[in-house]
């Protein structure tokens, strides 16, 4: 065999390799993510797909909220994004994008998204609720909402309106119910 057949060959053993650890990786997250729609009978209003943000590289993926159906909540749709954080907590990732129907819209840094799957289940929801919108960045890294300050009353009004504005963002929930 000449030497650039087997550079040939050994570029496709590669390539091959690379193709299957991207479907070995997008396959388990998205188990993952199936897991939690279906182990909760509250996030029955909502599809969702889970993807590698580049095929071959599993350091970022993309959480794409399909479809929000009627009945759904905003806490509905942050709800399923938090227990597929705890499901895949033990994966570091870089970036966590999310989309909407196949776009990115938002993403998340990957160590704040470790902190939401580390934490759930034992964080005061409510706080984690109120705070992920300062954590939100646009997709150029930039922050979204900011932080407030002032009395407790106030701040807590005005980081639930980032909230609900943010999930309204992302899955075009004009609609969603306020339940």
């Given at each position: 065999?000449?030497?650039a057949?087997?550079?040939?060959?050994?570029?496709?053993?590669?390539g091959?390799?690379?193709?299957?650890?991207?479907?070995?990786?997008?396959?388990?997250?998205?188990?993952h993510?199936?897991?939690?729609?279906?182990?909760?009978?509250r996030?029955?209003f909502?599809s969702?797909?889970?993807?590698?943000?580049?095929?071959?590289?599993?350091s970022?993926?993309?959480?794409?909220?399909?479809?929000?159906?009627?009945?759904?909540?905003?806490?509905?749709?942050?709800?399923?994004?938090?227990?597929?954080?705890?499901?895949?907590?033990?994966?570091?990732?870089?970036?966590?994008?999310?989309?909407?129907?196949?776009?990115?819209?938002?993403?998340l840094?990957?160590?704040?998204?470790?902190?939401l799957?580390?934490?759930?289940?034992?964080?005061n929801?409510?706080?984690?609720?109120r705070?992920?919108?300062?954590?939100?960045?646009?997709?150029?890294?930039e922050?979204?909402?900011?932080?407030?300050t002032?009395?407790?009353?106030?701040?807590?009004?005005?980081?639930?309106?980032?909230?609900?504005?943010?999930?309204?963002?992302?899955?075009?929930?004009?609609?969603?119910?306020?339940r």
């Open positions: 065999m000449t030497k057949a087997k550079l040939s060959l050994a570029g496709a053993a590669v091959i390799a690379a193709i299957a650890g991207v479907y070995l990786h997008t396959t388990q997250f998205q188990s993510l199936d897991e939690v729609i279906v182990d909760d009978t996030n029955g909502i969702a797909r889970v993807r590698l943000s580049n095929p071959f590289d599993a970022g993926i993309v959480f794409d909220v399909r479809e929000v159906s009627a009945g759904a909540s905003r806490v509905d749709i942050v709800r399923v994004l938090l227990q597929f954080a705890a499901k895949v907590k033990d994966h570091r990732f870089e970036r966590v994008y999310l989309a909407y129907q196949g776009e990115r819209r938002f993403q840094d990957g160590e704040y998204f470790h902190t799957g580390n934490e759930y289940g034992s964080q929801p409510m706080f984690t609720l705070t992920l919108p300062e954590n939100v960045r646009d997709l150029k890294g922050n979204v909402y900011g932080s407030w002032g009395g407790i009353l106030g701040v807590l009004g005005k980081q639930m309106d980032d909230l609900n504005e943010f999930v309204d963002r992302w899955c075009e929930t004009g609609a969603v119910a306020e």
